[in-house]
């Protein structure tokens, strides 16, 4: 079965460009995340998303950052415009149930900004 | 609020040494706990889980965790570490909502570096 997918795997762009980060989850989970990995930061949850709707979006870093999910089987993540302290991996992740349960993650987009 | 304290940031093992990996936690019910593994320009991987029952848990790879609920910990163990086994480890506690679907809070890793 397919895992977790994400795309691009690598995305390098310039400071001030529109970048969107694409996630498909695991068919029939009803939960996804997106977070934030960096070396000084470590793991950070950007927003987490139950039946399509945003539930906790308050590690979103500022207005730049934008996520949706239009259906199950689809979500974005936006930042407009980007600036250098962006750089990181962004991982998205999916689960399914009523509790918190085992999540399930991509291989993650690396973000590099000039 | 819940956390998780990985007090371990790096640890180096010998090749067919053992290893416990340390994870403390604060909740304030019975938590759902998690271990997780990342491997360089990977994504996380389930190692186990701990939702409830037999406080001491099977993993993959041959990796085991117990839970004690008076230590508040959910310490990750391997008899004998194989070369493969470096990588980051996370532990992890879950949200509960009162029912609907919560989120883990992650610790900040612990990262094993295996000697020959």
Same mark, same amino acid.
């Not at chain 1, 079965?1 to 994400?6: C, L, T, W």
């Not at chain 1, 987009?109 to 000039?114: G, P």
């Given at each position: 079965?397919?895992?977790?997918?994400?795309s691009?795997?690598?995305e390098?762009t310039?400071?001030?460009?529109?970048?969107?980060?694409?996630?498909k989850p +695991?068919?029939?989970?009803?939960?996804?995340?997106w977070?934030?990995q960096t070396?000084?930061?470590?793991l950070?949850?950007?927003?987490?998303?139950?039946?399509?709707?945003? +539930?906790d979006?308050?590690?979103?870093?500022?207005?730049?950052?934008?996520?949706k999910?239009?259906?199950?089987?689809?979500?974005t993540?936006?930042?407009?415009?980007?600036?250098?302290?962006?750089?990181?991996?962004?991982?998205?992740a999916?689960?399914f149930?009523?509790?918190p349960?085992?999540?399930?993650?991509?291989?993650g987009?690396?973000?590099?900004?000039? | 609020?819940q956390?998780v304290?990985?007090?371990d940031?790096?640890i180096?093992v010998s090749?067919?040494?053992?290893l416990?990996?340390r994870?403390?936690y604060?909740?304030?019910?019975?938590?759902?706990?998690?271990?997780y593994?990342?491997s360089?320009?990977?994504g996380l991987?389930l190692?186990?889980?701990?939702?409830?029952? /037999?406080?001491?848990v099977?993993?993959?790879?041959?990796?085991?965790a117990?839970?004690?609920?008076?230590?508040?910990?959910f310490?990750?163990?391997?008899?004998s570490?194989h070369?493969s /086994?470096?990588a980051?480890?996370?532990c992890?506690?879950?949200?509960d909502y009162g029912?609907?679907?919560g989120?883990l809070?992650?610790g900040k890793g612990t990262?094993?570096?295996?000697?020959?």
């Open positions: 079965d397919a895992g977790v997918i994400q691009p795997r690598h390098v310039e400071m001030g460009q529109e970048v969107t980060l694409r996630c +695991i068919s029939g989970h009803n939960s996804l995340f977070y934030r070396m000084m930061r470590g950070e949850l950007l927003i987490y998303f139950n039946n399509n709707v945003p +539930i979006d308050s590690g979103m870093p500022e207005d730049r950052f934008s996520a999910m239009p259906n199950a089987s689809f979500s993540l936006k930042i407009q415009p980007s600036e250098p302290r962006d750089s990181a991996v962004y991982f998205c999916s689960s149930g009523l509790a349960d085992t999540q399930y993650f991509g291989p987009t690396r973000l590099t900004v000039l | 609020a956390s304290t990985q007090p940031i790096h180096t090749e067919g040494a053992s416990e990996l994870c403390n604060s909740y304030g019910a019975t938590p759902y706990l998690f271990w593994v990342q360089p320009g990977q991987q190692l186990l889980k701990y939702f409830s029952g /037999d406080t001491l099977q993993g993959i790879k041959g990796f085991e117990e839970f004690k609920r008076s230590q508040s910990s310490n990750l163990r391997k008899p570490v070369w /086994d470096a980051e480890y996370f992890a506690v879950g949200e029912g609907s679907q989120n809070i992650f990262k094993l570096s295996v000697k020959p």
